[in-house]
C-alpha cells in the first residue's frame, strides 16, 4: 500500500498554520468543544505546551507529495491500567477535504495507538451531525455506543455528541478491509 499521508510531531512553526484553522468558523462548527478565540499567540503557546506534553501525543498530518501539513490528529485521554484512550483528528485544510486524508491518517494513528501503545479500546465523541466524521469513525470499524444528549454548546443550542468505541480486533478487521481497497 502507497500511503498519500504521514504523520509527524507538531514543530513550533505549525502554529501559524493551526492558527488559521481555529479561527474557521465551519471548522469551529465541527468539533466538539466550546467556540472561543484564539489569537496567533495562544495558539502557538498551545503549540509549545503540546510539544512538551508528554501525557498525550497531538501528531501532524502532512501530504508526503509536498510535506505539506493538512490537519492534525491526536491520541490522548490514554488510561494506561485499562488500555483505553481517544484519538480525535482534524482536517484543518479544507481545500484536501474529501480525499481520503483523513481515514488514512486516522488508521495510522490507531495502529500506532494499538500496536506501539497497546491500547486495547479507543472511544471518541462527534457531533450528531457531522456525518462526514461518523462515516469516518465507521470506516476505521468504530461502532455507534450511545448518544450523549445536549451534551455541547454551541451557537446558541446544545447539540448531541454520539459515542463511537472501537476495540482492538474491530480495528484490526477495518485495517485490513481498508488496505484491500485502498487506491494507489
Sequence with gaps: MKHKVYLRALELEDYLITATWRQDNNIRNMVGGPKYFVSTEKERQ??????????????????????????????????????????PILIGDKSEWGKGYATEAKMLALKFAFYERRLQRICDYVLDDNTASLKLHEKCGYIKEGILRRSVYKDGTYHNQIIMGLLKEEFDKAYDLFCENYND
Aim: aromatic share 4%.
Design 46 to 87: 498551545w503549540v509549545i505546551n503540546t510539544i512538551q506534553d508528554s501525557s498525550r501525543m497531538v501528531l501532524g498530518i502532512c501530504l508526503i507529495d509536498n510535506n505539506k501539513l493538512i490537519g492534525t490528529v491526536n491520541i490522548q485521554d490514554i488510561d494506561w491500567i485499562n488500555g483505553t484512550g481517544s484519538v
